[in-house]
C-alpha cells in the first residue's frame, strides 16, 4: 500500500489509543466504567507491583502465541519468551527473583542454596545444591547433571541456536569438544567445572567476568539428565527438573504442560506453581489472537509483543481493565555503517541525529503508549549504565529536529548540499518499514537523500549481518531493534559495538565499531564484581557512543499487551524484558 496513508492510519490508530487511554483513566486504575471493569485489576496495574495477587492453585492457563519457541531444548533457545517459559519445566543454579520491575534483576539460588561463593579474585565460583531437587521421574538432580548440561552447550555441530557465553568463558581456546565427543568415561571431561561430590560445584574461569552467574542463570545453564539426552531431539520432549512436564509438543501448534508430581515446593522458592496444566496455542493469526484473548478463549500472549493497531484500539476502548503499557528493555536504532561513505566522518553521522524527527518517529510507531518512549541513551532504562546524557538536545528539543544544525554538520563533513545512502528496514517486524520511511522523509529535508530497502527478517543474518554483503549492496544505515541476553551492559551492547564482535556472517556490530576504547571499557566492566561499579564503565561507554554518533537509538520500546481477567500473581519482569514472569502467573478457576 502507499506509504502516506500507511502512516496516516498508523497515527490515527496510535490516537485512538492514547484518547482512550486519557479518558479511562481519569478516574485512577480500575475504577472507572468500561465494561469489564468488574473483571480486571485496572489499568496497567501489573506495573512494578503484583495484579490479583493469589496462592489459589488449580486451572488452567491458557496461552496463544504467533511464533513458537524457538526451541523447547534449554541449550538451544534463544528467543527470550522461550527462556521465560522454561521456568516452568527447568531449573539453573541461581536464576531472578519473581518480582516485579528492576527488583526481578535480582539474582537468587534456585537449584543452589545461594548464589556463589567467589574466590580467586572472581575467578572461582563455588555452589552447594539444596536438598530435594529432583528430576520428574524423582531421581535426585545431581551436580554432574548440572555439569552434563552445560557441556553441551560445547557440541556446537548438534546443539545449536544458544547462546555462548559460558562456553566463551570457561573455555575461550575452545579446547573441549562436548560431551558427544568426549572420550572419558563419564562424558565429564570439561575441566573448568570440578564436581567434588554430588552436591557440590565449582566453576574455575581462566579470567573474571562479572555477569559470569547472569550466564549460568540462562536456559543454557541447566541440567540434563545424561541417560535422558537426546540430543537434537530433545527439543521434542525435555526431561523435567521444574514444577511442570510435558504433556505434549507438537511444534508449531500445541504445548501441553502438566504437574511433575516428583517436583516439592520446599526445595523451590522461586517458582509458583498454581496453574495445574499449561495450556499454548501456536497461530499466526494475530488479529484473530488479540480478538480470541478479549473474548475470554486465552488469558496471555506467549510472545509478549504487544497487541495489533485493531486489537490495542479494541482493548483500551472496551476492556481497559485488562491492559497493561508494557515496558520493555528493547530499544529501536539506526546503525551508522562506518566503512560506508561518508558515515566515515563522524559530522556526517551527527547531521543524522540532529536532522532526526524523533518525536516523528515515535509517533509512526504507534505514539508514546503504543510505541514507546523517546530514547537518548544508547542503554534501555533498565540496565545499569543508563543515564540521561543527551548530547544532541533530543529530550531537551522534545524529539524535535534542528535542522541548522544538522546542516552546519553537513559543512563540517564536505557535504554541505547532503548526500545519498541506503537503509534496510525489516517487512516482518510491525512498523518497521513506516518507520524507515519517516526518517527517509526526514533526513531528505536537509539533503540526506536514502533509499529504503526493505527485507526479509529470516534473512537478515545473511544480509545486514553479513559486512561483505552490506558494502556490496551500498547500505549505509541499518534499521532494527534489540533488548538484552542478561540484565547488563555486556548483556546488551557487547554484541552491538565491541569489535571483537564484528563477524563475518550473523554479524549484529552493524556499524562495524572498531574502536579500541570501546572494547577496553568493556573489559574493565566486565572484569568489574560489583554491579554498580560497571554501571559506572558502562555509563562511560554510553557516552563514548553517542559522542561519536556511532549507533543512533531512537525509542525505548513499549507496547500495549492482554492481561487476561482470569489471570493471578501477574507483573511484568524487567529480568524477562517487560514480559510478565509465566512461571508466577496463576488463574482463576
Request: aromatic fraction near 10%; include cysteine.
Amino acid at each position: 500500500m502507499p506509504t502516506g496513508s500507511s502512516k496516516r492510519r498508523l497515527a490515527a490508530g496510535a490516537a485512538l489509543v492514547v484518547a482512550a487511554l486519557v479518558s479511562t483513566t481519569a478516574c485512577g486504575g480500575g475504577d472507572g466504567d468500561s465494561k469489564d471493569s468488574s473483571k480486571g485489576a485496572g489499568y496497567d496495574a501489573a506495573y512494578n507491583k503484583v495484579a490479583n495477587a493469589s496462592t489459589k492453585k488449580g486451572g488452567t492457563l491458557r496461552m496463544v502465541g504467533k511464533q513458537d519457541l524457538d526451541s523447547a531444548d534449554p541449550q538451544r533457545a534463544y528467543y527470550g519468551m522461550s527462556w521465560d517459559f522454561m521456568r516452568f519445566y527447568t531449573r539453573q543454579l541461581v536464576t531472578f527473583a519473581p518480582k516485579p520491575g528492576a527488583a526481578s534483576t535480582e539474582l537468587v539460588g534456585d537449584l543452589a542454596k545461594s548464589t556463589a561463593k567467589i574466590t580467586d579474585g572472581g575467578k572461582t565460583y563455588t555452589y552447594e545444591l539444596r536438598d530435594g531437587v529432583t528430576w520428574e521421574d524423582g531421581s535426585p538432580i545431581t551436580a554432574q547433571d548440572i555439569k552434563y548440561g552445560i557441556e553441551r552447550v560445547w557440541a556446537t555441530d548438534v546443539i545449536t541456536g544458544g547462546p555462548q557465553y559460558l562456553k566463551q568463558n570457561l573455555d575461550p581456546k575452545g579446547e573441549y569438544k562436548g560431551p558427544y565427543k568426549d572420550k572419558s568415561k563419564d562424558k565429564l571431561g570439561l575441566k573448568s567445572i570440578e564436581t567434588p561430590d554430588a552436591k557440590t560445584i565449582v566453576f574455575k574461569l581462566p579470567k573474571p567476568n562479572g555477569d559470569f552467574e547472569q550466564f549460568l542463570a540462562m536456559p543454557s545453564g541447566s541440567p540434563v539428565k545424561q541417560a535422558k539426552d537426546t540430543a537434537n531431539k530433545y527439543t521434542q520432549h525435555p526431561f523435567s527438573a521444574g514444577p511442570y512436564k510435558f504433556q505434549s509438543y507438537k511444534a508449531g501448534k500445541k504445548i501441553v504442560l502438566v504437574r511433575n508430581t516428583a517436583w516439592k515446593k520446599a526445595s523451590d522458592p522461586v517458582r509458583a506453581a498454581l496453574p495445574d496444566k499449561v495450556d499454548v496455542t501456536i497461530s499466526a493469526n494475530l488479529e484473530e489472537n488479540d480478538k480470541r484473548l478479549m473474548e475470554g478463549d486465552y488469558d496471555v500472549d506467549l510472545n509478549g509483543t504487544g497487541m495489533t493497531q485493531s486489537g490495542r484500539v479494541s482493548a483500551v476502548q472496551d476492556h481497559r481493565d485488562s491492559v497493561d503499557n508494557m515496558r520493555t528493555s528493547f530499544v529501536r536504532y539506526v546503525a551508522l555503517i562506518h566503512t560506508a561513505k561518508p558515515f566515515d566522518n563522524v559530522h556526517c553521522r551527527k547531521a543524522v541525529f540532529y536532522a532526526t524527527d524523533f518525536a516523528g518517529l515515535q509517533q509512526t510507531r504507534g505514539g508514546k503508549l503504543a510505541g514507546g518512549d523517546i530514547a537518548n541513551s544508547t542503554l534501555p532504562t533498565s540496565i545499569k549504565g543508563h543515564s540521561d546524557y543527551d548530547p544532541y538536545g533530543v529530550l531537551a528539543r522534545k524529539g524535535k529536529p534542528d535542522a541548522a544544525q544538522a546542516k552546519a554538520e553537513l559543512k563540517e563533513c564536505g557535504k554541505p548540499s547532503g548526500f545519498s545512502t541506503k537503509l534496510t528496514a525489516r517487512t516482518n517486524n510491525p512498523g518497521e518499514v513506516d518507520t524507515a520511511e519517516a526518517l527517509q522523509e526526514q533526513l531528505g529535508k536537509v539533503g540526506i537523500k536514502v533509499e529504503v530497502d526493505s527485507l526479509d527478517g529470516a534473512e537478515i543474518s545473511s544480509i545486514t549481518g553479513s559486512p561483505k554483503v552490506v558494502k556490496e549492496r551500498g547500505y549505509g544505515m541499518t534499521m532494527s531493534g534489540w533488548g538484552p541476553d542478561f540484565p547488563s551492559g555486556q548483556g546488551f551492547g557487547q554484541p552491538l559495538w565491541d569489535s571483537r564482535f564484528l563477524f563475518d556472517t550473523g554479524n549484529y556490530n552493524e556499524s562495524q565499531i572498531k574502536d579500541p576504547k570501546i572494547d577496553k571499557l568493556f573489559d574493565d566492566a566486565i572484569a568489574e564484581t560489583d554491579p554498580e561499579a560497571a554501571g559506572k564503565i558502562y555509563e562511560q561507554l554510553d557516552k563514548r557512543i553517542l559522542d561519536q554518533a556511532d549507533w543512533m537509538p531512537f525509542i525505548y520500546e513499549k507496547n500495549i499487551t492482554w492481561r487476561g481477567p482470569r489471570l493471578t500473581n501477574v507483573y511484568m519482569s524487567d529480568a524477562y524484558s517487560g514480559r510478565y514472569d509465566y512461571a508466577s502467573l496463576g488463574v482463576v478457576k
